[in-house]
Nanobody, 122 residues
Framework: QVQLVESGGGLVQAGGSLRLSCAAS????????MAWFRQAPGKEREFVAV????????AYADSVKGRFTISRDIAKNTAYLQMNSLKPEDTAVYYC???????????????WGQGTQVTVSS
């Protein structure tokens, strides 16, 4: 069992930066793939980024590539999403998720956090 708690969301101007954190409980955190998804009002939840259990492999949605960076600190049981050059279209609730395989689909992930709101003003 893994419990996930996101933090770090907020209101930022376009071009600004935020770093989201996802704190995980459970002794098997290091064996899970960690991912970030986001959901804007009226839209489906979409993939943002994923990192392998070792941290050696990452993948990003085209819309955030070059601006967002996913990382993890196994010793702290925490995953991060550094978001730079933010745009108004990045506004959404951001969720972290844990799963067994590197996938971009929502249904591939077993555990989810409650989400943190990110709002980017123009």
């Amino acid at each position: 069992q893994v419990q996930l708690v996101e933090s770090g969301g907020g209101l930022v101007q376009a071009g600004g930066s935020l770093r989201l954190s996802c704190a995980a409980s459970g002794r098997t955190f290091s064996s899970y793939v960690m991912a970030w998804f986001r959901q804007a009002p009226g839209k489906e939840r979409e993939f943002v980024a994923v990192i392998s259990w070792s941290g050696g492999s990452t993948a990003y949605a085209d819309s955030v590539k070059g601006r967002f960076t996913i990382s993890r600190d196994i010793a702290k049981n925490t995953a991060y999403l550094q978001m730079n050059s933010l745009k108004p279209e990045d506004t959404a609730v951001y969720y972290c998720a844990a799963g067994r395989h590197i996938r971009v689909v929502v249904t591939s992930y077993d555990y989810w956090g409650q989400g943190t709101q990110v709002t980017v003003s123009s």
